[in-house]
């Protein structure tokens, strides 16, 4: 009987593990063959129009998939990609996607316009005081790296980060009023071309 | 491609109806809304502007339309295997297209052949110029399709339009992903993903199907479309080359279960006719840029009074096409280029039949187009297209309005487009169609009085897919 019991416990954590692994294997093989259409073989997207993935910060990936699926953000390309992408997605695989693209290595920063990474760099780091614009270094930590559902901006396309700085400012992206509250009404696109420009080279 | 494609130099007379009736070009339709309705996601993410392929839609396709992000059943083996994935609605939808036409000379009453005495007319209204049903999307596991049945007003008629079922298997190759596929299909190229080829040309895939259009066009080129049934392998490796190969076979006059019974129209393929295809795509930021070649041998009998099995006339078509695409939040431009050279050994049209002159021939065609579109709402093409060949005057013999009057075969325009995009399933097209040389010269080219500009065509198209 003792031995009976011990197969019957030995398989059902076997089972266990395997149960876990298909699962991990799927979210890998979503990653690999239906993600990496638009977002690149490892998360490392080569148009500006998908971010960049690899190495993002497991937590903010798993908000913002769960964003998608339950509609709350809504900005274009959200409704028109990744509202369908995510329909169906299930809470394990979302958190192992999330674990997948944060394993992967991120895309070395592409260092453009100096001036313009400098004015960046400025407001990165100190705000505009005068307009009410929050320092970006306060949450997203000094390299942009992020942290939890704050995400990783080094390496991140100029150009997302620009378009998502105008969503957060035009409130079409409401999963996050801190953002909004953070850059105010008054955040110009030159000044979001700057801090883009700044974080993707890091 | 449901319109007829048949050729004008193997049997004018047929050709001649078939021109005016049908298009000599084809007029396809990939926008379906059935692929949207399978995966959650806009037009958009699979078309610039329907129904020309982002990359991602050309990477949709290659891994078989199976990409569902809706409900399925499905069943799974004891090791997990898949054994089911059904859309629980299946992914159909409708395309209605509606087109006024009006060139600008009409056709001169009582042309034989072309138009009874009393009867001519310009400016056709159709509605619809092609109504079409798809089912589009996943099957099974691996397994997607793009069945079309299309009803169209010049064959007044509901038949099987374009057909392409596809598997698709991932695996490692030199350390690379690497798509297997392949595709079962009823035209030539209309499995591709680049439309530099003839099944999803663009711009300009749409055109007119009541308008004169010039005569002679490469095997390739759509003459096959609807008659012949194809299977193709094809490897996609390390996201960037493209290699395929496949072959193209007729079902056989007389048999008693034809498939394709335009097969006997006189373009019966003897044997296999291969298919081949190359193309290497790179992407950066914004832009995509593919060059590629495909190409096609074709041993055609003629059919008519020569028994099949007998001698054959033989095409061996090679094409070189590239494309380039900016895909910006607000701008999208778009260039396609596309060169085709046939040559033909017309052993039975020649040698038997005596409807050539020369035994061998040769057909060059060029396409280059581009287009801009502004927030996919507002936008415009230009084309350029230009066919030549030899001389030959029982190919291309003298007749009013679709004839040779020089005998030679080349056509060469302008066509340009005004697009209007309400919705992303909607689009409105204005076209103009300039000729400046038509069935061989630019006046009196039929031998009868008819000039090149004669023909040249205004093209009004409503197209709503849902």
């Not at chain 2, 996601?41 to 569902?68: Q, S, W």
Request: proline fraction near 5%; hydrophobic fraction near 40%.
């Amino acid at each position: 009987m003792k031995t009976f019991i011990a197969a019957t416990v030995g398989a059902a954590l076997c089972m266990g593990i395997t149960a876990s692994s298909v699962a991990a294997n799927h979210a890998e093989d979503l990653a690999t063959h239906t993600c990496s259409l638009c977002h690149g073989p490892k998360g490392e997207s080569t148009s500006p129009a998908f971010p960049r993935l690899a190495g993002q910060n497991a937590a903010y990936i798993e908000a913002q998939l769960k964003a998608f699926r339950e509609h709350t953000r809504g900005d274009p390309p959200a409704q028109a990609f990744m509202w369908g992408m995510t329909a169906l997605l299930d809470d394990q695989t979302i958190h192992d996607l999330a674990q997948y693209y944060a394993a992967q290595k991120p895309v070395p920063g592409t260092a453009g316009d100096p001036a313009l990474m400098a004015e960046g760099k400025q407001i990165f780091e100190h705000g505009i005081p005068d307009k009410k614009i929050m320092a970006c270094v306060t949450c997203h930590l000094p390299d942009a790296q992020g942290n939890e559902t704050i995400p990783r901006l080094a390496g991140q396309h100029a150009d997302y980060i620009v378009k998502q700085l105008a969503y957060f400012k035009s409130e079409i992206r409401r999963d996050n009023p801190t953002m909004h509250a953070a850059i105010g009404g008054n955040m110009t696109l030159d000044e979001m071309r700057a801090i883009a420009a700044y974080v993707e080279s890091k | 491609m449901w319109t007829s494609c048949v050729r004008a130099r193997m049997l004018t007379a047929v050709a001649a109806v078939a021109v005016v009736a049908g298009s000599a070009f084809s007029t396809n339709a990939l926008a379906v809304p059935s692929f949207g309705r399978q995966t959650g996601m806009a037009c958009e993410a699979c078309h610039t502007v329907f129904p020309e392929l982002t990359p991602f839609g050309r990477r949709f396709k290659l891994n078989g339309y199976v990409i569902d992000n809706m409900p399925v059943v499905q069943a799974t083996d004891e090791h997990d295997n898949k054994q089911l994935t059904l859309n629980q609605i299946p992914p159909l939808s409708v395309m209605v297209q509606a087109s006024y036409t009006k060139m600008k000379k009409s056709i001169p009453d009582d042309t034989a052949g072309l138009v009874s005495p009393g009867n001519a007319q310009n400016g056709a209204a159709a509605l619809p110029q092609q109504a079409s049903l798809f089912y589009a999307g996943r099957i099974a596991p691996n397994l997607g399709g793009f069945i079309q049945l299309t009803y169209s007003n010049d064959s007044d008629g509901v038949g099987m339009d374009n057909l392409d079922l596809r598997f698709a298997k991932h695996f490692n190759l030199l350390g690379s992903d690497t798509t297997f596929g392949l595709s079962l299909n009823n035209n030539p190229t209309v499995q591709d993903v680049w439309n530099t080829t003839p099944a999803w040309q663009s711009p300009f895939d749409q055109q007119s199907n009541a308008a004169v259009a010039p005569g002679a066009s490469a095997i390739v080129d759509g003459a096959l479309g609807g008659q012949v049934a194809g299977l193709s392998a094809y490897l996609w490796w390390n996201d960037s080359v493209y290699a395929e190969l496949g072959g193209y076979r007729s079902a056989r006059a007389g048999s008693n279960a034809s498939l394709f019974p335009k097969a006997q129209d006189g373009s019966t393929i003897d044997g296999l006719a291969p298919y081949w295809r190359l193309a290497y795509e790179h992407l950066w930021d914004r832009h995509s840029l593919s060059v590629g070649t495909f190409g096609m041998e074709t041993k055609l009998e003629p059919g008519g009074t020569l028994p099949l099995n007998g001698v054959t006339d033989r095409y061996r078509d090679v094409g070189v096409d590239s494309q380039y695409q900016y895909i910006g939040d607000d701008n999208i431009v778009s260039a396609q280029a596309t060169y085709i050279n046939e040559r033909q050994t017309l052993g039975a049209t020649f040698g038997v039949l005596g409807g050539a002159s020369n035994l061998e021939n040769t057909l060059k065609t060029w396409r280059l187009g581009g287009s801009y579109f502004y927030q996919r709402e507002w936008g415009g093409s230009l084309g350029y297209f230009s066919t030549k060949g030899t001389a030959d005057s029982g190919l291309y013999a003298p007749g009013a309005v679709t004839g040779y009057g020089m005998n030679v075969p080349d056509s060469r325009g302008w066509r340009a487009e005004l697009d209007f995009i309400p919705w992303e399933n909607t689009k409105f097209a204005l076209q103009y169609v300039v000729y400046n040389k038509f069935n061989g010269t630019s006046t009196n080219y039929d031998g009868s009085g008819r000039n090149a500009k004669d023909n040249n065509t205004l093209y009004l198209l409503g197209w709503i897919n849902f």
